[in-house]
T-cell receptor
Framework: DQQVKQNSPSLSVQEGRISILNCDYTNSMFDYFLWYKKYPAEGPTFLISISSIKDKNEDGRFTVFLNKSAKHLSLHIVPSQPGDSAVYFCAASDTGNQFYFGTGTSLTVIP | DVKVTQSSRYLVKRTGEKVFLECVQDMDHENMFWYRQDPGLGLRLIYFSYDVKMKEKGDIPEGYSVSREKKERFSLILESASTNQTSMYLC????????????FGPGTRLTVT
């Protein structure tokens, strides 16, 4: 059973606009969350993380929001750039040992 | 820069063969991980290791084993490959206490025929 879900397999956004990628989880014990980005033929690379003591974490154009009561996580990319086109995975953990990954959302930023 | 390398990018094996997937990292990381990535299922953890000769089962260890004889090397073994083990296999490593920032290798696309 998928404990971390990304219900949108794909998303297209115009360059310069905001990209919002969503992630839902079922285990209320999860308190570490992160996002990875994956280009074709490469391994995923770490993007940004958040722990449950925060509801927002920002790094440049990337911001992650956490709503624990809704068990919902989102990644905002502003402004979106063509180089952001990739597959984005969210992941969650309760111990920091084992992370459960979502199925990924393929983002296309249109120039 | 952390480098995680995997022995093969593409591998084709026959059902019943013993398969070794090798992973090497050059950053002296204690922690190493093996995942498989399948369409619609995301990344699923097979095994991980905190230290040499130590291993922990992940979410889907059945049909797999691992070996960590040296700190920099983590091997995934398919004792008798089956067609349902056709997948993309990803290795990752991280420093102790930094489970969020895992560094991934490029992956091995394994096809079992």
């Amino acid at each position: 059973d998928q404990q971390v879900k990304q219900n949108s397999p794909s998303l297209s956004v115009q360059e310069g606009r905001i990209s919002i990628l969503n992630c839902d989880y079922t285990n209320s014990m999860f308190d570490y969350f992160l996002w990875y980005k994956k280009y074709p033929a490469e391994g995923p690379t770490f993007l940004i993380s958040i722990s449950s003591i925060k509801d927002k974490n920002e790094d440049g154009r990337f911001t992650v929001f956490l709503n624990k009561s809704a068990k919902h996580l989102s990644l905002h990319i502003v402004p979106s750039q063509p180089g952001d086109s990739a597959v984005y995975f969210c992941a969650a953990s309760d111990t920091g040992n084992q992370f459960y990954f979502g199925t990924g959302t393929s983002l296309t930023v249109i120039p | 820069d952390v480098k995680v390398t995997q022995s093969s990018r593409y591998l084709v094996k026959r059902t019943g063969e013993k398969v070794f997937l090798e992973c090497v990292q050059d950053m002296d990381h204690e922690n190493m991980f093996w995942y498989r990535q399948d369409p619609g299922l995301g990344l699923r953890l097979i095994y991980f290791s905190y230290d040499v000769k130590m291993k922990e089962k992940g979410d889907i260890p059945e049909g797999y084993s691992v070996s960590r004889e040296k700190k920099e090397r983590f091997s995934l073994i398919l004792e008798s490959a089956s067609t349902n083990q056709t997948s993309m296999y990803l290795c990752a490593s991280s420093s102790p206490g930094q489970f969020d920032e895992q560094y991934f290798g490029p992956g091995t696309r394994l096809t079992v025929t």
